[in-house]
DNA sequence: ATATCATGGTAAC
DNA sequence: TTACCCTGATATT
């Protein structure tokens, strides 16, 4: 259930603990064994994540392609670093050590530690339906329930890469990445709440993310692409450049920007209190007090104010 | 205990 | 549009 944000802490997860060891890769569920098999004892060279897209290379060039989907998750085991807010991995703080389970996949959790009985029963034992397990001698990285799971060559990757819209978290232009974003979102006639979902356009929005968008940028849903006016376009592509940073940094999706120490403080456990509209049916708007709708758009729900929102 | 729903996407009607 | 994939949390019986 993962947005672009969580795939890229999920990138970042296994670049900083995975990535330059050579890795036993298995598929104890038995649905991926053919690619494990390709896979296993070749050194992991990097990790890419585009979109909800995550791309692991293989030192012989094979690339592991994963999705998500709706409920995938990676659950990590053993030796990792921490993801510090704000990005460093140095000092004491960043530094590696021994943890039980690390769900990544959704709000990430994180087991009791038990870090005496966690080194001798390592690697512990899958648990569940794990389609894939990465592991180090140290670190074991287990990825269940996935939409996609593959390994690819080269072009292949070039090609799945292609067929996305631009990421702010994957480009070292975001101004010209921006732009593709916008010609692409104003060229076409189809509801803005789609544009904004649709992955071809612009890469790692999900549900949660679109809703939340388009009440920040105060516009409504149903506008068509082709009536955005291209300022408002450009200010979508900044805040989602915003957002994702963020939810990055922290990786919880924080997308109300009125609260104070406190509130913020209490919506990193409270997840009722981190959004303008998103599952807040019949609520009172934030702003205006008016009831927040839902409706049905194609195919997946969708939240916003009528009043603010025009 | 059973049903429903979810931060997603594809492929078949 | 709908079915399906295949997991886990929450809601309902």
Redesign the pocket.
Known sequence: ???GH?VHRIARQLGLDLVGRRLAVSSP?G?FAAGAARLDGQVLVSVEAV???LFCTFERGDVLRV???????WDFHGLLTPLVPGGAAAGSLGAPRVRSVVRMG??E?ESPADEGGLLAAFPPDP???V?VRLASDVTVADL??P??CEVLDPEGAAAAVA?LGPDPASTDDPAAAGEVMVQRLTSRNVAVGQLL?D?TVV?G????Y?AEMLFRARLDPHTPGGRVPVDVARALWDDWCVLLADGIRTGI?LTRDDLGAAEREAALTD?SLRHWV??RTGLPCLVSGTPVVVEEM????LYWCPTCQV
Do not use: F, S, W
């Open positions: 259930m993962p947005e969580t569920q649905r979109g909800k897209q999705h998500l989907g709706l409920y995938g998750a959704e709000d959790r648990v569940g339906q389609r269940r329930g939409t996609a067929r979902m992955q890469a929005i999900g549900n949660i679109r999706m997840p998103y599952h194609a195919g997946r729900k």
